[in-house]
């Protein structure tokens, strides 16, 4: 079965870094996409990252360009999201999913957590003075 695994999750302060990582199990990897989301108390799950094995295409939230970087190891075991330049409102659960739409779907409909089959359990990210 398909079994994802994020770790690296912390409390840091405002302009620090943290590296999230995603450990992939059990999933054959195919053309269809790779992305982190965020889910703050309160509020609905947004997409912040996605791209395509090998890197051909990405995406990033507006709200995070130029700060983070989503990446994928050369086994294609583990996804990765850096992240620099945190700010308090970044504070969120981070959650990896694979399966995810092609990059023509993103142009019409954006990243959608429902477009995106297999999850991880999270990891909590706290940005604060």
């Known amino acids: 079965q398909v079994r994802l695994v994020e770790s690296g999750g912390d409390s840091v302060q405002p302009g620090g870094s943290l590296t999230l990582t995603c450990a992939v199990s059990?999933?054959?990897?195919?053309?269809?996409?790779l992305g982190w989301f965020r889910q703050a108390p309160g509020k609905e799950r947004e997409a912040v990252a996605a791209m395509t094995p090998g890197g051909g295409s990405t995406y990033y939230a507006d709200s995070v360009k130029g700060r983070f970087t989503i990446s994928q190891d050369a086994n294609k075991n583990t996804l990765y999201l850096q992240m620099n330049s945190l700010k308090p409102d970044d504070t969120a659960m981070y959650y990896c999913a694979v399966d995810g739409p092609l990059p023509g779907f993103w142009m019409v409909y954006g990243l959608r957590s429902i477009d995106f089959s297999y999850w991880g359990q999270g990891t909590q990210v706290t940005v604060s003075s």
């Open positions: 059990g999933y054959t990897y195919n053309s269809n996409s």
